[in-house]
């Protein structure tokens, strides 16, 4: 894998919500592909507090943002939009309160570009290999967008055939499911390639 080092790219925690609701506030507004304004709940919502946050700054300017959002009474994010029977996926009890849903994951449209999305994709995949979560869930919106599939694919996530459509961006969404043993040994093999 190529070395960041150089790069004008950096991420790391940020637990500022303020910082991130006006950066996804503004980069939904850039983004000329989102002819509609953001709904509330892309900007802020319950979820945000309790979640681990990354940022990519660019200098010192946030230029992207993840989350990785555990479960707030038994409910992933996904939840308020489709029932997903996530125990299915759990090999025991315990395990329920280790899952983290992936979301909120954007770059400002002026900085959607190969290096950003690495150094963030980077940032991603050390957390997973350091974080003791056991499953990982992700939501591909435009479940067609297949470039970003194949790449949650290699990842170890799989696709568990559930859509819904969320009006939040006009797209049909598609939930991927991934167990951290899976993952894990999918970004080694892909980091040391």
């Given at each position: ?18 910082a991130i609701s006006a950066f996804r506030q503004t980069a939904y507004a850039s983004d000329v592909d989102m002819s509609y304004h953001a709904h509330p709940t892309l900007i802020s919502d319950r ?62 449209p002026k900085h959607r570009n190969v290096l950003g999305a690495a150094v963030l994709a980077r940032a991603i995949y050390n957390h997973i290999l350091n974080d003791p979560t056991h499953i990982l ?57």
């Open positions: 894998m190529n070395n960041f080092a150089s790069s004008p790219y950096r991420v790391c925690e940020i637990s500022d919500l303020d979820w945000d507090e309790f979640s681990f946050h990354l940022g990519l700054l660019y200098g010192n300017q946030l230029v992207g943002a993840v989350r990785f959002a555990p479960p707030i009474s038994g409910q992933l994010p996904v939840h308020d939009y489709v029932p997903m029977p996530v125990h299915d996926y759990f090999t025991d009890a315990s395990a329920r309160s280790q899952i983290r849903e992936l979301s909120r994951g954007l770059i400002h869930v992700d939501v591909l919106v435009n479940s067609t967008k297949t470039r970003t599939a194949g790449h949650l694919l290699r990842m170890g996530l799989i696709d568990t055939g559930i859509r819904y459509w969320d009006g939040r961006y006009r797209s049909t969404s598609a939930v991927m499911l991934g167990t951290r043993s899976t993952i894990v040994s999918n970004i080694k093999e892909y980091l040391s390639s």
